[in-house]
């Protein structure tokens, strides 16, 4: 049987099971491939630490440029994590003539433009179905399987991490520390997990999929983001009492040639597919105009589901159906933009808000008369009877239909009421 040797660089949480599926499962492989995807070489940084995978002799190594030097290795998966070296690497690797995998959304986030645009120059492709959603073919079904649909609106959940920690405050009452470290330990944060608390690999992975959606030309960094790293428990305790769940919702909505981006903690009420995404989970709603609705649910970090998306990119690559759509795609392509970023303020939507108010005569009345200044109707108040130490008591309501904007501006206007502590905590709400 014909052979492709291929390569591994980086082989942590991702990479071993990547070496796994290739060592343990050859036949499934070559089977797919119509020949053998050989491990010729997998580079790490440290040859001492211990790995969860049978390499054979000769195959471990610290020196990137055994893969990048020898001619006979066709495809690398590059599963570092980070910008640099792997920006650098992955540029020595195209012009040395090989096809790439990736699973790195950060790096096709910030350094797309430039590494799709030396790819085509230089003929070769680069796979990217791991970067969003681990194990689910999102890249796939939205790029090929649908591209007879103008697709109209797609959200859900895109990072395993705060996902999993969600549901452990939720479900097990755990502390979020707790819940982040268990994540850690599980291989589903990045090494860096602050990317994953704060929104932005969220953020990075929805950029990638309003690319190749919408083709809208957006840098992740402008996407409206907010994580779950400053959220509350009461908050957690709070939407369950009233019939959501929080999850962290990454939403592009198509209006007219307009695009809604963001990324933000949701009140996602309990029956709802999403509010049922538990742990690692990720799950994506695609709305297209001639399909419908379409929901995709499946591991979203972790290694073997990751792995699984990497490995078909490389048989893809091996026998070259990823030249093809690569050439295809509208990824940093100098296809003008189809649709521009909706203006952020004039997205609408239902809002939670929490005020830590004193507990005296009048002060309800003040709250919801500036709500009502911004044309914000109350469709219900929740308050507890018990006072904080400071006095205060928690205030939640729940707004019927409003804008982004007037919310904004609303809470502003709470935040300086004397009355009022600190600072408002708002959040979207998807029923
Ligand atoms: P990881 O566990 O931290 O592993 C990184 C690997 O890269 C390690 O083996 C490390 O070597 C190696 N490495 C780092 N710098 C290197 C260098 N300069 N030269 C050679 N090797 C180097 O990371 P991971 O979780 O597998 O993630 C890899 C990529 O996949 C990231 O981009 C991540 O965003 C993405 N991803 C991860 C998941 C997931 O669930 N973990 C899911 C989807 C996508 P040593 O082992 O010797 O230190
Ligand atoms: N850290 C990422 C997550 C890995 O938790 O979703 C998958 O991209």
Redesign the pocket.
Known sequence: MEKTKVAI?????????VAKLLLDHGDRTARHAGRTLWLEKA?????K?P?DCDLPAGVLT?H?DEVINNREIKVVAL????LE??RT?MLQLLESGKDVV??????LAEHGAELFDRARELGRSIAFE??VA?GIPIIANISQCLSANQIQSLDGILN?TTNFILSKMHEEGMAYAEALREAQQL?????DPTLDVDGS?AAQKLAILAHLAFGARVDWKDIPRMGIDRLDKSDVRFAQEIGYRIKLLAVAELDGDTLELHVSPTLVKRGRPLSDVSG?FNAIRVVGDAVGELMFYGR????M??AS?VVADMIDTAVGRTAITFRTLELWSNRKARVTPREHAKADGRFYLRINAEDHPGVLAQVTNVLGQHYISISSVLQQEAASADGTVPLVIMTHMTTEGATRKACAEINKLTCVRGKTVRMWVRD
């Open positions: 660089i980086g082989l942590g949480t991702v990479g071993q099971g580079v790490v940084r440290d040859l630490k790995r610290d990137v599963l570092i994590g980070g070296p792997e690497i990736t699973a790195n959304k950060a790096l791991a970067s681990g395993g291989g589903y944060a990045e090494a690999d690692p979203g970090a972790g290694q589901p990751t998306a």
